[in-house]
């Protein structure tokens, strides 16, 4: 039973087109998040919503565009796709108990690749 | 802005060894951090989470520390195996759970 899954695994396209990540947990929780991990292995988060509701947008290029239908899914659509989005896109889900912060489960990713 | 920087960026060591990661971040005012391992082409697994208000975590062979004054972090790794290799990386969250990752550590156990 896999906590964060994400489609598709692979995804290799041209310059310009318009794409979309899926995700889904079957955690429960409450906030999930998109990262991106740059050729260098950085990683660095792109948004988080909590209850469906966007809550950190980082300065990420309006072609990124999250949509979250409910809890348990979030979507992130790419439109006029450039060679620089080419990364590993993550996706993460978390929960908040007791006040305190808990840790973030992450999906396998998603590898694109812009030709 | 918080920043977060671990050394070393590689390490390679023969199986058996003792090893510390080291983890580093400038703003001492967190409330956790975490240590992630990183499998080549897989996604993150959540290692250890050590709250603001402890010092280390234990998990089986692995033992994180947190000094949150000198804004710092080690992860211990006891009796390495070659399955112990993978990407380490440490983050710490900036307002809303949002994490700020380090730069990770390639850890190459040789049998």
């Known amino acids: 039973d896999t906590a964060v899954s994400q489609t598709p695994k692979y995804l290799v396209t041209q310059m310009g087109n318009d794409k979309s990540i899926k995700c889904e947990q079957n955690?429960?929780?409450?906030?999930m998040y998109w990262y991106k991990q740059d050729s260098k292995k950085f990683l660095k988060i792109m948004f988080s919503?909590?209850?469906?509701?966007?809550?950190i947008n980082e300065t990420v290029p309006n072609r990124f565009s999250p949509k979250s239908p409910d809890k348990a899914h979030l979507n992130l659509h790419i439109n006029s796709l450039e060679l620089g989005d080419s990364a590993v896109y993550f996706c993460?889900?978390?929960?908040?108990?007791?006040?305190?912060?808990?840790?973030?489960?992450f999906g396998p990713g998603t590898r694109l690749l812009v030709l | 802005k918080q920043e977060v920087t671990q050394i070393p960026a590689a390490l390679s060591v023969p199986e058996g060894e003792n090893l510390v990661l080291n983890c580093s971040f400038t703003?001492?005012?967190?409330?956790?951090l975490q240590w992630f391992r990183q499998d080549p082409g897989k996604g993150l697994t959540s290692l250890l989470l050590?709250?603001?208000?402890?010092r280390e975590q234990t998990s089986g062979r692995l033992n994180a520390s947190l000094d949150k004054s000198s804004g710092r972090s080690t992860l211990y790794i006891a009796a390495s195996q070659p399955g112990d290799s993978a990407t380490y990386l440490c983050?710490?969250?900036?307002?809303?759970?949002?994490?700020?990752f380090g730069t990770g550590t390639r850890l190459l156990v040789s049998p």
């Open positions: 993460a889900s978390s929960t908040r108990s007791s006040g305190r912060e808990e840790t973030q489960y």
């Open positions: 955690l429960g929780h409450d906030t």
């Open positions: 919503y909590n209850n469906k509701e966007l809550i």
């Open positions: 703003d001492s005012a967190i409330y956790n």
């Open positions: 050590i709250q603001s208000s402890q």
């Open positions: 983050a710490v969250p900036t307002g809303f759970q949002k994490l700020v």
